[in-house]
Nanobody, 126 residues
Framework: QVHVTESGGGLVQAGGSLRLSCAASAPTFNTYAMGWFRQAPGKDREFVAAIGWSGRTTEYSDSVRGRFTISRNAAENTMHLQMNVLKSEDTAVYYC???????????????????WGQGTQVTVSS
């Protein structure tokens, strides 16, 4: 069982920035690919960004590419999503997801992830 926890959500004005963090309770955290997904009110959950186990490969949705940056800190067993130039359409609950297949690359597919956090709310006011 892997416990996943997100933090860093909040209320920000359009054009502002937020940094989300994700921690996973697993001794082999540094062998896992991870991803961020989000769900806006009345919409399906959608892919945002993913990072491979080594941190060397990343993938982004078209809607956030160039504004968001995903990264991971092996020493701290954490993953981060730096969100810049936020827009009202970025308002959603953001979820961290973990793929426990060792040495995998990040994926935009929900089905490739085994554990999910409870989510953190991001609200962008226009």
């Amino acid at each position: 069982q892997v416990h996943v926890t997100e933090s860093g959500g909040g209320l920000v004005q359009a054009g502002g920035s937020l940094r989300l963090s994700c921690a996973a309770s697993a001794p082999t955290f540094n062998t896992y690919a991870m991803g961020w997904f989000r769900q806006a009110p009345g919409k399906d959950r959608e892919f945002v960004a993913a990072i491979g186990w080594s941190g060397r490969t990343t993938e982004y949705s078209d809607s956030v590419r160039g504004r968001f940056t995903i990264s991971r800190n092996a020493a701290e067993n954490t993953m981060h999503l730096q969100m810049n130039v936020l827009k009202s359409e970025d308002t959603a609950v953001y979820y961290c997801a973990v793929n426990i297949m060792a040495y995998a690359q990040g994926s935009p597919n929900e089905g490739d992830y085994d554990y999910w956090g409870q989510g953190t709310q991001v609200t962008v006011s226009s």
